[in-house]
């Protein structure tokens, strides 16, 4: 059974940084792709990035391109957001999200591709 962490939420001004760290357990990380998802009070929940198993490929929601980066390391079964210029439209509860990989290019960006979900972290972006 993966289980998932998620660690470095908090409040941020606007135009700040912060970094999302996740940590797995109980499977083979570098057997995982893995994504974070966000929602945001009163709206769908979205992939806001997603990698590979072997961090090769990587997708990004249009709204964070050029701000956000995902990047994974497979010998500390981490993976982490780091989200720069942040802005008040970015503040949602930011959740990490794995699944078996069934390649090695396998970068899921729907939420019903992902089995297995952390319990979520808050982002604040004040203005």
């Known amino acids: 059974q993966v289980q998932l962490a998620e660690s470095g939420g908090g409040l941020v001004q606007a135009g700040g940084s912060l970094r999302l760290s996740c940590a797995a357990s109980?499977?083979?990380?570098?057997?995982?792709?893995m994504g974070w998802f966000r929602q945001a009070p009163g709206k769908e929940r979205e992939c806001v990035a997603a990698?590979?198993?072997?961090?090769?490929?990587?997708f990004y929601a249009d709204s964070v391109k050029g701000r956000f980066t995902i990047a994974r390391d497979n010998a500390k079964n981490m993976v982490y957001l780091q989200m720069n210029s942040l802005k008040p439209e970015d503040t949602a509860v930011y959740y990490c999200?794995?699944?078996?990989?069934?390649?090695?290019?396998?970068?899921?960006?729907?939420?019903?591709?992902?089995?297995?979900w952390g319990q979520g972290t808050q982002v604040t972006v004040s203005s």
């Open positions: 999200a794995a699944d078996i990989a069934t390649s090695s290019y396998y970068t899921p960006r729907r939420g019903t591709e992902y089995d297995y």
């Open positions: 109980g499977f083979t990380f570098s057997n995982l792709a």
């Open positions: 990698i590979s198993r072997r961090g090769d490929n990587a």
